[in-house]
């Protein structure tokens, strides 16, 4: 049985016009890419004048081509961090019940109560 061709993919604009996008992509990927990536629509890197300095294929190779970095058994310790930094502790907070009528505190009835900090507080709980 012969294959048929393969049938491209046609759509349609709001506006009621059709596009192949197939014939679109492959008309313009030897044209500069518009962002700071300095490659074509092929992600051929690309001189200033225009002109493919290494293409695709050339850097796939050499990516493969390359060594890669062993996994070393010991810790790589930043030499900004001198010391560990602490971790800051959870603060209790102390609350007293309160008289709704009279608006003063209950006699005898103060409750400790734990109460963690969150969001931006936490994050920024030792950090002077």
Do not use: C, H, W
């Not at 492959?26 to 493919?52: F, K, L």
């Not at 608006?103 to 109560?113: A, C, D, M």
Request: charged share 30%; net charge positive; proline share 6%.
């Amino acid at each position: 049985m012969a294959q048929q061709p393969t049938r491209r993919k046609m759509y349609r604009t709001m506006q009621g016009r059709m596009v192949d996008i197939e014939k679109l992509r492959a008309s313009n990927e030897n044209v500069r890419a518009v962002g700071n990536m300095r490659v074509n629509a092929r992600g051929d890197i690309v001189g200033a004048s225009g002109q493919i300095v290494k293409t695709k294929e050339e850097q796939m190779k050499e990516y493969y081509e390359a060594p890669k970095g062993q996994v070393s058994d010991t810790r790589v310790r930043n030499p900004k961090e001198s010391k560990p930094q602490s971790i800051p502790q959870q603060q209790v907070v102390q609350t007293q019940v309160v008289n709704p009528q009279a608006n003063r505190p209950v006699q005898g009835k103060n409750i400790n109560t734990f109460k963690p900090k969150k969001g931006i507080d936490a994050a920024l709980d030792g950090i002077e």
